[in-house]
């Protein structure tokens, strides 16, 4: 019922849109809506990961995948690493 994945991007957003490129790449015949309503039911939660300078690795956000709005996957920040203080929306 799940599965986990690793995608190299530099934000949540970026994600979403290196998937796109990735199903044109394979399916070069689907138009892009199409892709993004394959993405944004197949997907629930992004968590974005980062190396800091010391070299430690934090999780930077997690954002949940809400569907589509606009022809766009709408994403919602459940929470965003800060150094001062993590702040949980």
Same mark, same amino acid.
């Given at each position: *019922? &799940?599965?986990? %994945?690793?995608?190299?991007?530099?934000?949540?957003? *970026? #994600?979403? #849109?290196?998937?796109? %490129? @990735?199903?044109?790449?394979?399916?070069?015949?689907?138009?892009?809506? @199409?892709?993004?309503?394959?993405? #944004?039911?197949?997907?629930?939660?992004?968590?974005?990961? #980062?190396?800091?300078?010391? &070299?430690?690795?934090?999780?930077? !956000?997690?954002? !949940?995948?809400?569907?589509?709005?606009?022809?766009?996957?709408?994403?919602?920040? @459940?929470?965003?690493?800060?150094?001062?203080? %993590? !702040?949980?929306?």
């Amino acid at each position: *019922d &799940g599965a986990l %994945t690793t995608l190299y991007a530099s934000n949540p957003r *970026d #994600a979403i #849109a290196r998937l796109e %490129t @990735l199903f044109q790449l394979e399916e070069h015949t689907v138009p892009i809506p @199409l892709i993004r309503e394959q993405i #944004a039911s197949a997907l629930n939660i992004i968590i974005y990961t #980062a190396r800091l300078r010391d &070299g430690s690795y934090k999780i930077m !956000e997690i954002v !949940e995948v809400q569907g589509l709005e606009h022809d766009a996957v709408k994403l919602k920040s @459940l929470f965003r690493y800060s150094r001062n203080r %993590t !702040e949980r929306m």
